[in-house]
């Protein structure tokens, strides 16, 4: 936190590159904006996604080294990981929005490396439509193929 005040205090003239790691920011992030603006529900899942899978593989870098190719490169290994889309969009939301809050309040970073990353396509299961016996047999019936 006193580096974080350190920082802060820097406003105006040159600023020194901040120094701070991104699983530092993202307790920042996550007591100064999820446990004040989300459900309790968002708050579980949001601890969840981001000690399981944000933090062991972006939790070390400095913020200031997190480049949009790092996060896309992430969200789309999640995705080969067979992570759903919904979860991977859960990621990328936790990721693109505690990196915007080092731009705003905490001026920290200049502008959000994340605003740039796309989710990746994923195929919509496609709903299978039963079709009853008596179905069956009227369009059979009504194709000339089968005769009762």
Same mark, same amino acid.
């Given at each position: ?7 802060? *205090? =820097? ?7 901040? $120094? ?6 993202? !307790? /920042? ?45 992430? *969200? =789309? ?7 759903? $889309? ?6 990328? !939301? /936790? ?46 019936? =009504? ?6």
């Amino acid at each position: 936190m006193a580096l974080l005040e350190a920082e802060i *205090l =820097n406003k105006g003239g040159y600023k020194e590159k901040s $120094k701070m790691q991104f699983n530092e920011l993202l !307790n /920042i992030w996550f007591k100064e904006h999820v446990e004040l603006n989300c459900s309790k529900n968002t708050q579980r899942l949001y601890g969840l996604e981001i000690k399981n899978h944000i933090e062991p593989s972006l939790g070390n870098y400095p913020i200031t080294d997190i480049t949009t190719r790092i996060i896309q490169d992430f *969200l =789309n290994n999640k995705k080969i990981e067979g992570c759903g $889309k919904q979860a991977v969009g859960i990621f990328k !939301n /936790i990721i693109i929005t505690s990196l915007s809050y080092t731009v705003f309040p905490l001026e920290l970073l200049e502008n959000n490396p994340g605003q740039y990353v796309k989710m990746s396509s994923f195929d919509e299961k496609k709903k299978t439509k039963t079709i009853s016996v008596k179905n069956i047999k009227l369009y059979l019936m =009504n194709q000339n193929v089968y005769q009762f």
